[in-house]
C-alpha cells in the first residue's frame, strides 16, 4: 500500500498522488528521526536533613546549575507534608554520580559555621540554659494564661452580644 511522506497518509494501490497534500505516495514511510535521550540521572544521596534545610540547600545547589532530587525519608513523612505543609521526617536530598563532589564541596561551604573567638563555651551554654527556661516558661506560664485570657475576653464580649 502506498504512502504519503509528507502526511504520513495511507492509501489504496492505484493512486499515486496523495489527494491532501498533492505530494508523490512512497511504498514505505522513511523512518522517524531519533529523538536524542536525555541526561539519565544516577542519583546518590548527598544529604539528609529537616524539611526547612532541605529546601535552602536545594536552592543553592539549583542556583549553582545541579540538579536535586528532594525526597522524604519516610511514606509518613510524604503524608503529614500534604496535610499540613511541613513533615517533621525530613528529606533526603540526591544529586547525579556526575556532581557529587561539586555539589560536596558547595554545601561543606555553605555549611561551614566559624563561632567568634571572643565567645567563650561557658557563654554559649549558658546561652542556651536561658532559651530552655524561657521555652519552658511560656509553656507552662504563657500558654495557659493566655487561653485564659481569651477566655475572659470571650466572656466580655458575649454580654454585649447576647
Known amino acids: 500500500m502506498p504512502f504519503c511522506p509528507?502526511?504520513?497518509?495511507?492509501?489504496?494501490?492505484g493512486y499515486s498522488v496523495c489527494s491532501d497534500c498533492g505530494c508523490g505516495l512512497v511504498d514505505?514511510?522513511?523512518?522517524?528521526?531519533e529523538e536524542p535521550t536525555p541526561h539519565a540521572m544516577h542519583p546518590v544521596l548527598l544529604y539528609s536533613t529537616d524539611d526547612l534545610n532541605s529546601k535552602i540547600l536545594t536552592n543553592i545547589l539549583e542556583q549553582e546549575g545541579i540538579p536535586v532530587l528532594a525526597r522524604s525519608k519516610t511514606l509518613a513523612g510524604d503524608y503529614v507534608?500534604?496535610?499540613?505543609?511541613?513533615?517533621?521526617y525530613g528529606k533526603k536530598?540526591?544529586?547525579?554520580?556526575?556532581?557529587?563532589?561539586?555539589a560536596r564541596e558547595?554545601?561543606?561551604?555553605?555549611?561551614?559555621v566559624e563561632t567568634p573567638?571572643?565567645?567563650?563555651?561557658?557563654?554559649?551554654?549558658?546561652?542556651?540554659?536561658?532559651?530552655?527556661?524561657?521555652?519552658?516558661f511560656l509553656i507552662f506560664f504563657g500558654i495557659p494564661l493566655g487561653s485564659a485570657f481569651v477566655i475572659w475576653i470571650i466572656g466580655l464580649l458575649s454580654r454585649f452580644f447576647v
Open 117 to 136: 573567638e571572643d565567645e567563650s563555651q561557658e557563654d554559649m551554654s549558658s546561652r542556651r540554659l536561658r532559651k530552655r527556661a524561657l521555652t519552658l
Open 81 to 88: 507534608s500534604i496535610y499540613s505543609g511541613y513533615s517533621v
Open 28 to 33: 514505505q514511510l522513511p523512518a522517524p528521526p
Open 106 to 112: 558547595i554545601l561543606e561551604n555553605f555549611l561551614a
Open 93 to 102: 536530598l540526591y544529586v547525579d554520580q556526575a556532581d557529587l563532589s561539586r
Open 6 to 13: 509528507k502526511c504520513c497518509a495511507e492509501y489504496d494501490e
